[in-house]
């Protein structure tokens, strides 16, 4: 980001949903001295968090508020745009994440937002239910390697085919380590309808609040 008088500052694409209306924002945000500046960028409406990303700096480009410099020599993303596009695919309240939880608290379930079902187990869960020991992820078709969706680069292709293997190793021993500690555990594809995935996170968390009844007082969430 060119700020003037030749000083360049590195800007980020930041993606803000709203519960609400489940509709998402892209903003171009940077710092200079300290001091935070955002500018948005319009309203977006794709599919996944990645597209909403690369559109998002579609959007900057076209609009004239990037400069062009080269990614860092030890980077692995093939360009600047692809490294933000990528770290930026790590965060939470993706669009799917917003639908699916809009639908569980609209049906009347409460709930932890990015939290660690067990806290000493360093996994975080999407959406959890501590009582009912219901853990709901929703997978990225990028990182998670989407058999439908999912598409490897042909930059550093080695790189990350090796990385979405990794991650898909890890979410398997999440899924391990979590049911043997008693959890049940769901994994959604972000790609999932949201009434369907939400209608099977309502009948588990009814079915684990049952078998608590049957075996003590009823808990709140």
Known sequence: MDVGE??????SVVLKGSIRTGLITAVLRWSVDGRSTTVPLGKLDRPTRVENLREGWRLAREAGMLSKPSAPEDSWASSPATRKSMVGNKGRD???EL?????LHRAGLRYRVSARPIPSLRRTADVVFPKAKVAVFVDGCYWHGCPEHRSVPATNRDFWVEKIKDTKARDAETVRLLENSGWKVLRFWEHTPPGEAAQLVIDE???ARKRINTVGPALPE
């Open 6 to 11: 030749g000083r360049l500052r590195p800007a």
């Open 99 to 103: 639908r699916l939880r809009s639908l």
């Open 94 to 96: 993706t669009k799917p």
């Open 205 to 207: 968390v009814a079915a």
